[in-house]
C-alpha cells in the first residue's frame, strides 16, 4: 500500500569546481566526456536502476554542503536537472565546493556526495526508500529535529520524543540530532546500514531493528518484491480439501481489489483479497494463500518477526514451513484494517527447532481455519530482522 507520509523533510544541498576528489558514494565513478557550459566545467551523473540499467525522467537536486557556527551541516540549493533519456543529469560547477546529489521525486532514492568537478561523472544507483522511525530519549533539553548527516533530510522531534523519515536513500548513514536550547553542536545518535527497502526502527539506545518489505500489492500479478532475491518469491494457492470446496480467486492469478472503493475507506490504495467457500463441516477442508520461497529452503535464521495489515473475519493459521519441520501460530483476525505482529519466539516449533526451521524455510502460509464463508484481505508484508 502507498503509506501516508505525515513529516516533511527539511533542508538544502550543493555542488562545483575544478579541483576535486571523485564522488564517494552511489557507484564507481564512470570516465565520460562532460560539455563545458558558460566557461565551467559540468558535474555529471547517470542515474541508473538496480540492474544497471539507465533511468529517464527522474529528478536530482544538487544541495552544497556546509558547517554553520554550530558545526551542523546546513545546506544550500545549487540546481536542479531530470535526468534524460540515456540517465544523465548535469550540473554547472565551480570550484572547492562539497556536494551532494539527492534523488528528489521517485519510489526509489539515492545520493552521491563528492567535491568539485572533474571529468569523471558519478553514478546515481537508485533502489527503494527506506525508512526511519525512532524515539530520541536522551537528557537534557530535547533536540529540534533529528536528520541524516551529510543530507538535507530532517524530521521534527514531536514533544514524546518520537521521529521519522519517511524517505532514506539506501547506504551508510549516520543519525544525527539537531540543537536544542542551550546547546551547540550536534550528537550522532547512530550510523548504520540502510538497505533497499528497509524499515528501521531505532531504540532510545541507538539500537537498529531493520525490516524489508516483501509485498505492498499495489501491482498485479503473483511476484513479490523477493523475486531475484530467493528462488521463488511469488504467492500461490492453498486450495480447502474435499470436492465441494473451493477457493477465491480459482486460478493462481490473485485477484486485486481497491481499498478506496469500500465503506470505511482510510485511503490505504490496494491490497489483497482471499475468501473460502467450504460447504464441509470438516475442520481440515481449509484453504489460504501462500508465499513461496524456495523448493530447497533458504536461511531466514536471522528473522525476527512478520508484520502486516489485516482485516477479515474469524481465525487464521500461520504456518512457516521449512524442510525440517514447521512453525505454527493461530491468530484472531480483526474486523477493521488493523496491524498483525507474528514473532517467532511466538510460533510453535514441530518436527525441529526454531532454528533450524528458519534455517532452511521453504514458504510461509496464511490459512483460514473457519468451516465456511470466510475471507481475510492482506497488505503491507514486512519481514524483520532477515534481510534476503
Not at 203 to 223: C, M, R
Request: with cysteine.
Amino acid at each position: 500500500m502507498r503509506t501516508r507520509l505525515f513529516l516533511c523533510c527539511l533542508a538544502l544541498w550543493g555542488c562545483q569546481a575544478d579541483k576535486v576528489a571523485a564522488p564517494v558514494e552511489g557507484g564507481n565513478p564512470t570516465k565520460v566526456t562532460l560539455p563545458v557550459e558558460g566557461g565551467n566545467p559540468v558535474l555529471a551523473a547517470r542515474v541508473v536502476g538496480e540492474s544497471g540499467v539507465a533511468r529517464s525522467g527522474i529528478a536530482v537536486q544538487l544541495w552544497e554542503i556546509a558547517d554553520d557556527t554550530s558545526h551542523l551541516d546546513t545546506f544550500r540549493l545549487l540546481g536542479q536537472s531530470r535526468a534524460d533519456s540515456e540517465g544523465w543529469v548535469r550540473f554547472q560547477g565551480k570550484p572547492g565546493v562539497p556536494w551532494v546529489m539527492v534523488v528528489s521525486d521517485s519510489t526509489e532514492g539515492a545520493s552521491l556526495e563528492g567535491y568539485g568537478v572533474s571529468d569523471k561523472a558519478g553514478q546515481l544507483s537508485v533502489a527503494r526508500w527506506g525508512s526511519l522511525r525512532g524515539v530520541w530519549k536522551g537528557t537534557g533539553a530535547r533536540p529540534q529535529w533529528v536528520g541524516l548527516a551529510r543530507l538535507p533530510l530532517r524530521a521534527k522531534v514531536q514533544p514524546d520524543g518520537s521521529y521519522y523519515l519517511p524517505r532514506v536513500p539506501w547506504g551508510r548513514r549516520a543519525i544525527v540530532e539537531g540543537p536544542a536550547n542551550g546547546r551547540t553542536g550536534r550528537a550522532i545518535l547512530a550510523t548504520l546500514e540502510i538497505k533497499p527497502g528497509a524499515r528501521v526502527e531505532l531504540d532510545s539506545a541507538g539500537q537498529a531493528k531493520s525490516g524489508v518489505l516483501i509485498d505492498d500489492f499495489e501491482g498485479a500479478g503473483t511476484g513479490t518484491l523477493l523475486v531475484g532475491k530467493v528462488a521463488q518469491g511469488t504467492w500461490n494457492f492453498k486450495a480447502p480439501q474435499g470436492d465441494t470446496s473451493r477457493i477465491e480467486p480459482c486460478s493462481l492469478e490473485p485477484q486485486w481489489f481497491d481499498v478506496t472503493r469500500m465503506s470505511g475507506d482510510d485511503g490505504r490504495g490496494k491490497a489483497w483479497k482471499v475468501r473460502v467457500e467450504n460447504q464441509l463441516a470438516d475442520s481440515s477442508a481449509r484453504g489460504g494463500v501462500v508465499l513461496e520461497l524456495s523448493p530447497t529452503g533458504v536461511d531466514a535464521s536471522a528473522l525476527d518477526s512478520l508484520t502486516f495489515q489485516m482485516r477479515g473475519n474469524g481465525q487464521f493459521q500461520i504456518n512457516l514451513v521449512g524442510t525440517r519441520g514447521t512453525l505454527v501460530g493461530v491468530y484472531q483476525m480483526p474486523w477493521t484494517w488493523g496491524p498483525m505482529t507474528v514473532r517467532m519466539d511466538r510460533l510453535v516449533a514441530t518436527g525441529s527447532t526454531r532454528k533450524e526451521i528458519l534455517g532452511s524455510l521453504q514458504r510461509v502460509e496464511w490459512i483460514l481455519r473457519e468451516s465456511a464463508n470466510t475471507e481475510f484481505w492482506l497488505d503491507d508484508l514486512y519481514a524483520w530482522g532477515w534481510i534476503p
